[in-house]
């Protein structure tokens, strides 16, 4: 199926093809080589005064498959069954304090999601899909992986190859099923224009 956003402006087809599926092809694995590229991107991501607060645990379930389970297990109950079938997960963690002064970093979170963009669209550069999520339970990871101080596990991500409904519970095959759509551009620039 083709997942292509119909976008009223003409933007970059990487930003039109990229899609959050719910369906993974759970029999291809993600190579090396395209995981690191990944975070590659994310580690070049601009940030507020530089401070790169963004963090990544990573499973990789071919080639790190207790840490691919530790990642599955801090999913919520209602993640888990979809993101079984992806190759790699992914908890992003924020710190929460700016490292050269130990003043709160207001955009710690803002510079998370920003590197996650840029490893998005990487993997959809490579044929990869990401399915980001919030959804994961932060004291659960906090114990398992030993996260302490001013670090916050606060998002997740599910990578890998898009797969077919039959690779899914049918509650979820129907949400990848769904026409993508956005809110009308008047309701997201609420003042001046163009």
């Not at 993600?30 to 690191?36: H, P, T």
């Not at 049918?170 to 809110?183: S, V």
């Amino acid at each position: 199926m083709d997942r292509t956003a119909n976008t009223d402006a003409d933007i970059h087809p990487l930003l039109k093809q990229r899609h959050s599926p719910y369906a993974f092809d759970p029999g291809r694995a993600v190579s090396k080589e395209d995981v690191y590229a990944l975070f590659e991107a994310a580690r070049w991501t601009m940030s507020s005064y530089n401070a790169q607060p963004w963090r990544y645990i990573v499973g990789v379930k071919a080639r790190d498959p207790k840490t691919w389970e530790k990642v599955h297990s801090v999913l919520l109950e209602g993640n888990q069954p979809w993101a079984a079938n992806a190759p790699v997960l992914a908890i992003g963690v924020v710190e929460h304090n700016f490292e050269h002064n130990g003043k709160p970093n207001k955009a710690a979170h803002h510079d998370l999601g920003a590197a996650s963009a840029l490893l998005t669209l990487e993997a959809t550069a490579r044929g990869l899909v990401v399915h980001q999520m919030i959804g994961i339970d932060p004291d659960k990871c906090r114990d398992v992986f030993g996260i302490t101080g001013s670090l916050e596990p606060l998002t997740a991500l599910a990578i890998g190859y898009a797969g077919d409904a039959s690779h899914v519970e049918d509650a979820y095959a129907e949400r990848d099923r769904k026409p993508r759509e956005r809110k009308a551009m008047d309701t997201l620039v609420i003042a001046g224009g163009f």
